[in-house]
């Protein structure tokens, strides 16, 4: 059960990052995506890893039978993570997106790329303390009986 939910954050956490490889390299090609990579890779695998280890808690919780957990705080926390990692690229998005509301809205994320990640960070945080804590209310009643 264990190894089974850490494979799985493993891979949620690999396909995250290769869905932001994709994107990027899509709208400006491989040699910039690992550009940007190299450039903040601390954010883009703290991002994936948070991720991953959501992923990993509520597999876990899940395989234990535990219904009361939700899979929109993962959801949620992964569209962040997702946002921001790709915030990096986003002003070259202006062109493929001739929309003009988006085109302002991608200006703007460019330009708070760093507290998207900030923002990423935290909701990764939040989604982990929010597994976890309900691992161990579920631990503890299973304790009690």
């Not at 899979?71 to 062109?95: D, E, F, N, P, R």
């Amino acid at each position: 059960m264990i190894l089974t939910s850490l494979s799985r954050g493993l891979f949620g956490a690999i396909a995250l990052l290769a869905f932001y490889f994709i994107v990027i390299s899509a709208i400006s090609g491989w040699d910039f995506a690992v550009l940007q990579l190299n450039g903040n890779w601390y954010w883009i695998i703290g991002l994936s890893s948070g991720f991953g280890v959501q992923i990993s808690l509520f597999t876990y919780l899940k395989a234990l039978h535990h219904n009361h957990v939700s899979a929109k705080v993962i959801a949620a926390s992964g569209t962040a993570s997702t946002i921001a990692m790709i915030s990096c690229c986003a002003h070259y998005l202006v062109s493929i997106l001739p929309i003009i509301g988006i085109s302002g809205l991608v200006a703007v994320i460019g330009q708070y790329q760093t507290g998207l990640f900030w923002i990423g960070i935290a909701s990764n945080l939040f989604g982990i303390a929010y597994m976890t804590n309900k691992l161990i209310k579920f631990k503890s009643a299973l304790n009690k009986v």
